[in-house]
């Protein structure tokens, strides 16, 4: 019994298809079991044959690849999908790793890339090529710089925006208003705001705040 990686190919895209062909037909790795036009026709092919890994593109008719990916993932847990894309903005590449894929590579990676990217999967390992890696790795520093406000600093927070003075927020709150001062010192540098003009409007925009009308 033949040990090679079976893979199924799903693209729109007949040359790119045969490309893919060309590259592992000698290949004693890598076997190509099966080839789709798009999700649907993938999905068909998957309820007669499980592959070890699929090749997936995104841009298809009648079913994308985010939404095959999204179906596969649920029906068939065991097979692993390795987007193959020329598309891979942030807006592309962030849900596509959220729903679970277990790689994702640009359409002009090598054929040795590809190799290695198809093993690693296949052992359960993800495989995500430099590009991608670098999107990844910006949202995850994005998240960790986003400003956490407590319950406290949110309080002060929705005064300031009502116009209290801080003599008034700490009676209000039952604090002192050298601790009112410190939260206002708080939020500012947490914010890299410079007044409590620039505090509210970043507050409006982060949605800390609920708007009311002016009465």
Do not use: C
Request: a neutral charge.
């Amino acid at each position: 019994m033949s040990s090679a990686t079976q893979i199924m190919i799903a693209d729109d895209h007949q040359m790119f298809s045969d490309g893919l062909i060309s590259i592992f037909q000698h290949d004693r790795d890598v076997q190509i079991s099966g080839i789709a036009k798009n999700g649907k026709e993938l999905i068909d092919l998957l309820e007669q044959k499980l592959p070890d890994v699929i090749l997936m593109d995104l841009s298809m008719p009648t079913m994308n690849g985010e939404e095959a990916s999204i179906e596969i993932l649920r029906r068939f847990p065991s097979v692993k999908i390795i987007v193959l894309t020329m598309h891979h903005t942030a807006d592309i590449v962030l849900p596509l790793v959220d729903i679970g894929v277990h790689g994702f590579m640009l359409k002009n990676s090598g054929k040795s890339e590809l190799k290695i990217a198809i093993a690693k999967v296949k052992a359960g390992e993800g495989y995500f090529s430099s590009d991608i890696i670098r999107i990844i790795n910006q949202k995850k520093a994005e998240k960790s710089s986003e400003v956490v406000l407590t319950r406290r600093e949110k309080e002060i927070l929705n005064l300031i925006y009502e116009g209290l003075p801080s003599a008034e927020m700490a009676e209000k709150l039952f604090i002192s208003p050298y601790t009112v001062e410190t939260h206002r010192r708080n939020l500012l540098s947490k914010t890299n705001t410079r007044n409590a003009t620039q505090l509210i409007n970043l507050a409006i925009e982060k949605g800390w705040i609920q708007v009311r009308p002016r009465l």
